[in-house]
Structures are given as structure tokens and as C-alpha cells.
């Protein structure tokens, strides 16, 4: 039986390869985010999510939990200071 309170998180399974995805710790939680191409003019970020474990079935794949909307500001605050100056007030993308 789910809670009223507090509804079921939804996973994004992702393929069983984060090695190019960076990551800052927030919390107890490692937060999981792709940085556009650095040799193009107009730089971006991509937040997947905080990572969650792992779920195999016939593949490994990695589970992440999505960023909820009342957390992106600051999220974004975060990784505005955490990031190299290039990306400075880039724009920001969510999963």
C-alpha cells in the first residue's frame, strides 16, 4: 500500500555507463550532471538526477532519481559554484 504523504519516487533507468557524467555531493546524495562540449560558443548543462543504485535485469543499468521542481534553484546555485568559469550563467537543462 503507497503512503498519501509521500508518493513513489520515478527512477530513469539509464545504460550502465556514467563515465561521462560529472557529479557534486548535496547532502547524502550524489547529484549527476553533463557539461556541453567545450569547444562550442554557447555552453549548456544537462542535471540527470541524483544517482540511486543499480537494477539488473537482462542489463545493468543505473537508476537516477529525477531533480523535483521545487529543488532546481537551488540546484542550480550549486552547480554555479562548483563549475568552471567557462560555464558561468550557462543555461541550466533538467531530466
Not at 22 to 50: A, P, Q, T, W
Not at 51 to 66: H, M, N, R, S
Request: proline letters at 4%.
Amino acid at each position: 500500500m503507497e503512503s498519501a504523504l509521500a508518493p513513489p519516487t520515478r527512477l530513469i533507468e539509464y545504460p550502465n555507463d556514467l563515465s561521462g557524467c560529472d557529479s557534486v555531493e548535496i547532502g547524502s546524495k550524489r547529484l549527476l550532471y553533463m557539461c556541453s562540449n567545450s569547444n562550442i560558443s554557447k555552453h549548456f548543462v544537462i542535471v540527470l538526477g541524483y544517482y540511486a543504485g543499480q537494477k539488473e535485469d537482462f542489463v545493468t543499468k543505473d537508476l537516477i532519481e529525477p531533480v523535483d521542481d521545487w529543488s532546481r534553484a537551488a540546484i542550480k546555485e550549486v552547480l554555479a559554484r562548483s563549475l568552471a568559469q567557462e560555464y558561468a550563467d550557462t543555461q541550466v537543462f533538467f531530466l
